[in-house]
């Protein structure tokens, strides 16, 4: 069975198909949302750092903006769906976090 993930109640597509002010972004960004604290004070020293350089690295996030202070974050599979089959929706601006 598929998974669908949902947003307000919808899929990303029925989203982004019934809010017309609705868009896709990329935001290229450093990866420390996923920061988990638990995980950090179980590793060591070594593992510590390797942690946090990895969590430091760029890394592009998918986004649907429902305005401009409410967004949905996409998966790198849902966001190329959306690109290729609506790319009048897509902000062609990368936004640098």
Do not use: W
Not at 69 to 81: F, G, P
């Amino acid at each position: 069975m598929k998974q669908v993930r949902l947003y307000a109640g919808m899929t990303s597509e029925q989203y982004l198909l019934r809010h017309p002010e609705s868009f896709i972004c990329t935001r290229i960004c450093d990866q420390m949302a996923d920061y988990s604290r638990t995980r950090y004070n179980r590793m060591n020293g070594v593992e510590q750092e390797k942690y946090m350089k990895r969590l430091s690295e760029k890394k592009p996030f998918y986004y649907l903006y429902a305005s401009q202070t409410s967004m949905y974050r996409l998966t790198k599979t849902e966001y190329q769906y959306l690109s290729q089959k609506y790319p009048d929706r897509v902000r062609v601006k990368e936004l640098e976090v």
